[in-house]
Nanobody, 118 residues
Framework: QVQLVESGRGLVQPGGSLRLSCAAS????????MNWYRQAPGKERELVAT????????NYAGFVKGRFTISRDNGKNTVFLQMNSLKPEDTAVYYC???????????WGQGTQVTVSS
């Protein structure tokens, strides 16, 4: 079965950095784009970044553009989110997502907490 396991949770000060990882299994990783979402308390889940199958294509939400970088290691079935210049408003639970199969089904990791605070 499809599994997505995030790691890299943490508490960082404003301006700091953090790297999240998502280990995927149960599907052909190289055949699918991967996404990172986040959900802050009291808010809806929102798309943060997307990376294509070969990492040539990436796309970012405006609120993280220039600060976050999504990447993937297809040899290790892992997708990363490097977060720099973190702001308190980046505080949220971050989720790894894959839209897989025919018909397409959304799969989610368990989420990992990121807290930005002084």
């Amino acid at each position: 079965q499809v599994q997505l396991v995030e790691s890299g949770r943490g508490l960082v000060q404003p301006g700091g950095s953090l790297r999240l990882s998502c280990a995927a299994s149960g599907f052909t990783f190289t055949s699918y784009a991967m996404n990172w979402y986040r959900q802050a308390p009291g808010k809806e889940r929102e798309l943060v970044a997307t990376i294509g199958r070969t990492a040539v294509f990436t796309n970012y939400a405006g609120f993280v553009k220039g600060r976050f970088t999504i990447s993937r290691d297809n040899g290790k079935n892992t997708v990363f989110l490097q977060m720099n210049s973190l702001k308190p408003e980046d505080t949220a639970v971050y989720y790894c997502n894959a839209n897989v199969g025919r018909p397409r089904i959304d799969y989610w990791g368990q989420g990992t907490q990121v807290t930005v605070s002084s």
